[in-house]
């Protein structure tokens, strides 16, 4: 069933756990993480990055993202992560996503909050949720923050408490990603975060913030960011590496076959995706939360 992010994440707060949020490149994706979600009965939600553009257009993807929300058992949330654009984002609002997540974080402040506050009144008035950003999430390649060419250092990248106070209040957004130290991408060393900062912007401002970059934690660190105040959590690299794996590990066992059909090439994918994602969801206590 169609939900909103606003929807899930209220209900997060009053349970204290965090919704995933994965990244849905394919059908076969897709699948995997709402199956898992229905048997796990866990709220999930289904997301497409506006960087994925190269690998599937939102058009194509965005049908079957829905499609797979309406049928299912569980509530999925149907959400544009890092959106380019204004436009972007009202592209996915009016095709029936029901969250987009407006990323003008590199941008100035002042500049960030007027073209979110657009992004909010545009999305609201159609019963659809907000994300936005303030701080940076770091690149695990470089150890530091990227936005338009412009790096930043680790203090830099951390999201200020009374700035996002005052972000929420005059955008009215419905959710918060924020930076504390972790990174996009696969960890060629390990973060250093602080997860006493997530806690100190929720003392500011209590509303749900969000982990972007979440992959390659340990259990106890997101139990940790959960606990202070995480509601939300990313999650796609170890997603994809999953699925990856999985076909290499069917190939390798059936490279003595004569034929191999691609459809088997598929299942072996979603296999080990939606193994990924169970114990994602595990960790993140959404699951048995329906």
Known sequence: MLATL???????????????????TSLESGMAIVETAEELNSPVILQYADSHRHLISIDVIGPIMLQLAKIAKVPVVVHLDHGASIESCRHAVDMGFTSVMYDASAKPFEDNV????????????????????????????????EGNGKSYTRE??????????????????????????????????????????????KSAKDIPYVM?????????????????????????????????????????????????YFEDIAKAGITAMKADVKRAMKIFESDGKI
């Open 212 to 260: 972007h970059g979440g992959s390659g934690l340990s259990e106890e660190e997101y139990r940790t960011a959960i606990h202070n105040g995480i509601r939300k959590i990313n999650y796609y690299t170890y997603l994809s590496l999953a699925g990856g794996r999985g076909v290499m590990q069917y190939l390798e066992d059936k490279k003595d076959k004569d034929a191999i």
């Open 6 to 24: 606003k929807e899930v994440l209220e209900k997060a707060e009053q349970g204290n756990y965090a919704v995933g949020a994965f990244n849905c």
């Open 114 to 145: 007027a073209e979110t506050r657009n992004v909010v009144e545009y999305a609201h008035e159609r019963g659809a949720s907000v994300e936005a950003e303030l701080g940076h999430i770091l690149t695990s390649k470089a150890g530091a923050a």
């Open 156 to 201: 830099e990248a951390y999201t200020d408490p009374e700035m996002a106070k005052e972000f929420i209040e005059r955008t009215n957004v419905d959710a918060l990603a924020i930076g504390f130290g972790t990174a996009h991408g696969i960890y060629t060393e390990k973060p250093v975060l602080d997860l006493n900062h997530i806690a100190l912007i």
